[in-house]
Nanobody, 127 residues
């Protein structure tokens, strides 16, 4: 079963924008902590951003602060990642993750804390 499905990836020139979406299957409740991870070729998967659902509490890795925005439509169970001023190093496969605990200052970036992970969507930024 696929519980989380990402969409919105694509190819864009540096400086451009993309918005990723993640929808949750009706088989699961909307998780308390939702996040985006990414993995570039040859690199480990890293946390990008997270949100405690139903609140304004958000977390970002330093390299995307001021450029990326994470948000949700919890009436429709959709998670978004607005990515502006994209850079070459933002390229990779972006994954949506969901966990049934409130995101914490240190725990939000720990992949093992999340019970659900989507299959990913490719983002390619050309320099």
């Amino acid at each position: 079963l696929v519980f989380l499905t990402e969409s919105g990836g694509g190819s864009v020139a540096a400086g451009g924008s993309l918005r990723l979406s993640c929808t949750a299957s009706e088989d699961i409740d909307w998780p308390a902590c939702m996040a985006w991870f990414r993995q570039a070729p040859g690199k480990r998967r890293e946390a990008v951003a997270a949100i405690t659902t139903g609140t304004d509490l958000t977390y970002f890795t330093d390299s995307v602060k001021g450029r990326f925005t994470i948000s949700e439509d919890n009436s429709a169970n959709i998670l978004y990642l607005q990515m502006d001023n994209l850079k070459f190093d933002d390229s990779g496969v972006y994954y949506c993750a969901g966990g049934f605990w409130g995101c914490g200052e240190t725990s939000w970036s720990q992949e093992g804390k999340y019970g659900y992970l989507g299959q990913g969507t490719q983002v390619t930024v050309s320099s």
